[in-house]
């Protein structure tokens, strides 16, 4: 069965730096999201992409965040100078379509991030 | 804005009994779709069951039936003859059925299930 896979499981990063959380939609999928969970509290959304543009982004989507595709397959999360707040289980989602017609969203395992 | 609201942080069941987990949302759109999502401990978002809201029969997939009141804004989920595996979080979800949305779900904040043997 076709599934959304993301890499790396657990990434540990100094305050500061930069990090890529990266995921593979399945493959005939158009439509890709970003969404964090922090620990204890609820699934949140950052961002939608479709057509190689951000359709939709949440508030927590500021400047320190960036989406791109960058081969057709790989659909990569960047945050730019991580916080202490940052650390989260980020969890990538991908669905055939959307909209009215839309279809289930199908998620990654999370890549669970700790800035320390 | 649209809300999800999950009113009971935890709740437990013994194993072959029925349990229900409550979900009441809020939204002023008439077109859009409900979903239940179980978290296990991999952490892992695995879609349990969907309801249209244009639909009024509620939605089934096995041991997993809603109890979807759309007047009342409720979506309630319940499972029979429960097993040890139905341990986990389960996460209300909503997501507006309009053509300008391009489909981001908006979670409640979740119910954990435990299920004593």
């Known amino acids: 069965e076709p599934e959304v896979t993301q890499t790396p499981s657990h990434q540990v990063t100094q305050m500061g730096q930069e990090v890529i959380l990266r995921c593979v939609p399945i493959?005939?999928?158009?439509?890709f999201y970003w969404y964090r969970q922090i620990l204890g509290q609820k699934v949140e959304f950052l961002v939608s992409?479709?057509?190689?543009?951000?359709?939709?982004k949440s508030e927590i989507f500021d400047d320190q965040f960036s989406v791109e595709r960058p081969d057709g397959s790989n659909f990569t999360l960047k945050i730019r100078s991580t916080k202490l707040e940052d650390s989260a289980m980020y969890f990538c989602a991908s669905s055939e379509r959307a909209g009215p017609s839309n279809t289930e969203a199908f998620f990654g395992q999370g890549t669970r991030l700790t800035v320390v | 804005a649209q809300t999800v609201t999950q009113s009971q942080p935890e709740m437990s069941v013994q194993e072959a009994e029925t349990v229900t987990l409550s979900c009441t949302y809020d939204t002023s759109e008439s077109d859009y779709y409900l979903f239940w999502y179980k978290q296990p401990p991999s952490r892992q978002m695995i879609l349990v069951i969907r309801q249209e809201a244009y639909k009024q029969q509620n939605a089934t997939e096995n041991r997993f039936s809603v109890n979807f009141q759309k007047a009342a804004k409720s979506f309630s989920l319940k499972i029979s003859d429960s097993q040890l595996g139905d341990a986990a979080m389960y996460f209300c979800a909503y997501k507006g059925g309009y053509g300008g949305s391009q489909g981001n779900l908006i979670f409640g904040k979740g119910t954990k299930l435990s299920v004593k043997p």
């Open positions: 992409f479709y057509n190689n543009e951000i359709s939709e």
């Open positions: 493959s005939n999928h158009l439509y």
